[in-house]
Structures are given as C-alpha cells and as structure tokens.
Nanobody
Framework: QVQLVESGGGSVQSGGSLRLSCGAS????????MGWYRQAPGKGREFVSA???????TYAVSVKGRFTVSRDNTKNTMTLQMNSLKPEDTAMYYC????????????????????WGQGTHVTVSL
C-alpha cells in the first residue's frame, strides 16, 4: 500500500554532515507517523527520530541536538539532516511509516511501523 525509498546515505568524516531523504508513494493518505531507525552490526534496530503528521518531532538522546527531522506532506517526503556526525552513527538507516494507530509516534515499536524502506547506509570515519 505504501512504498518508501531512502536516499542520501554515504561516507563522511567525523564532524561532517549528511542529509537523508525518504520518499513515500502509493496510498500515502494512509500515513500518519513517519520516522527513522538505524541498525549497526550486531545491534538491534534503534530508534532515531519520529515526526507526526502535525510535524511534532522526537529524537533519541544519542542524536538530539545533532539531527533534525522534517517532512513535507504535500510532497510525501521526510528528511533527516545529520550534523556533527560521529563514528557511532555508522549504521544502516531505515525510513518507516505507519497509519494512524492512536499512539504518539515516538512510542511506536519497530513492529508497530507498517511500512519500511530498504535502508541507506551511513559511514562516519575518524
């Protein structure tokens, strides 16, 4: 029903910046929450940021103050601006979306997000 495609991943030095984008297609009218997760080797899928249809944002403590999430409901896109990147940010970054579920977006667990992109890899070197 909804397809998500991430872009913008790549390699950057510590302290640098990257901007990830997520484009949604299909039944985009069914989208409420959108968000970003990341997964590093040997770790579970980690919450990064979420943004509601009203543009209310939430960030993981590990990225707060460095990352900024935004969305354009008209264009069905979501962006993650990542500044002051650290090697610890190295991971596969996934775009996610969900229909209205009656819960704040940042409280959703990975299993609650209905739609996922295939991911875009971010590497931060020293």
């Amino acid at each position: 029903q909804v397809q998500l495609v991430e872009s913008g991943g790549g390699s950057v030095q510590s302290g640098g910046s990257l901007r990830l984008s997520c484009g949604a297609s299909g039944n985009t009218y069914n989208i409420d929450c959108m968000g970003w997760y990341r997964q590093a080797p040997g770790k579970g899928r980690e919450f990064v940021s979420a943004i509601g249809a009203d543009s209310t944002t939430t960030y993981a403590v590990s990225v707060k103050g460095r990352f900024t999430v935004s969305r354009d409901n008209t264009k069905n896109t979501m962006t993650l601006q990542m500044n002051s990147l650290k090697p610890e940010d190295t991971a596969m970054y996934y775009c996610a979306a969900s229909p209205p579920l009656g819960a704040p977006c940042h409280l959703l667990l990975p299993v609650n997000w209905n739609y996922w992109g295939q991911g875009t890899h971010v590497t931060v070197s020293l």
